[in-house]
């Protein structure tokens, strides 16, 4: 695998928080695969796969990949990951593949590459970036359309490499759709999960209120602040007042290229917090289990759900920026 030099640093960094929608990813062409949508017709008509098992579990993919599981087995795939094509030659931010991944229905929070490659998963429904309620068998999902972080409160200024490298602002109001992001909210066997995806820090109020209470909140926070710093997954957590909360989108090693994009672990943040650490990629939960702790951190740290297999530096940020409000008029939409 090649180092990175200057000028791969710099185009990684554009490619991160810049369009970057897989080709691949892009089409849904029938292709043929060895299963149907019999798993969903069962749904329909049953109500699941299974007879409930009364548990409701989690499996880490790594990043912000996870892959929940209802009582009645339907299985539910969030942000699949992949290096980006669009890259230069030899330059990776993955040091391998996500291995192929069968699911009943695919979420996808951004058209960003470590989110999005839909093409890594065998799935019979792909909800990309879905706004609005889906119900089936005994999963409901709520989709909140927001906006991708775009002022990092963390150790590299991405805001202003991204202006100097595309020319384009990723803050609203004239950020592309690829600086847009949407909130999951998955209710089944009586919890309430919520993946962030990639949301700024701070949403206006509405947003607040339609996420609710959750029981499971699933954030991007890591040490270097790369989406959510440690400060602001705080605040955020405090808001949610999650009963769990579970971090992703951090560096795990052999996982992900070492330093791409100053990436970090999160096991500073979790360890300034009352915390579990994980010895497998699974968590199973009950509403019993998850009422018994409030803002308890669960890491899974590097505990992925396939093998793991066998540097760049990024200028630091030398005064932290504000975060941009959020603008809560809309009224310009209105007839």
Known sequence: MRMFSVKCMLALCCVVFAQSFHPACA????????????RVMAAQQFGGVRKSTGNVTLT????????????????????????????????YWYQ?????????????????????????????????????????????????????????????????????????DPCPPKESYVWDNNMFIIETGGLRILHWGDNRQNPPED????????????????????????????????????????????????????????????DGWVNSHEHTLLDNATLTLTPEMAHGYKQHVMYFSDHVAFPLVEKFQLPPQKEMPPVPAPAEDLSRFKN
């Not at 089409?27 to 019999?38: A, L, Q, S, Y």
């Open 27 to 38: 089409t849904d062409f029938p292709k043929p695969e060895d299963w149907n949508n019999d």
């Open 60 to 91: 880490y993919y790594g990043f912000m990949a996870f892959k929940i599981t209802t009582p009645r087995g339907l299985e539910i795939f969030i942000d699949p990951w992949g290096n980006d094509p669009n890259l230069p030659e030899g330059v």
């Open 207 to 266: 947003v607040w209120r339609k996420i609710g209470k959750v029981d499971v909140a699933i954030l991007p926070v890591s040490d270097d602040g790369h989406i959510l710093s440690p400060k602001w997954a705080d605040v955020v957590m405090k808001k949610l007042d999650a009963r769990i909360v579970i971090p992703g989108h951090y560096y795990i090693d052999k996982m992900v290229v070492p330093n791409a994009g100053g990436l970090e672990t999160a």
């Open 96 to 168: 391998r593949r996500l291995p192929k991944v069968r699911t009943d229905i695919a979420l996808v929070t951004h058209p960003h590459f470590d989110h999005d490659a839909i093409d890594r998963l065998d799935a019979t429904m792909i909800l990309n970036r879905m706004a609005g309620q889906f119900e089936l068998g005994d999963v409901k999902i709520t989709g909140i359309a927001e906006k991708h972080m775009c002022e990092t409160q963390g150790k590299y200024a991405y805001r202003s490499m991204v202006v100097d490298i595309t020319g384009k």
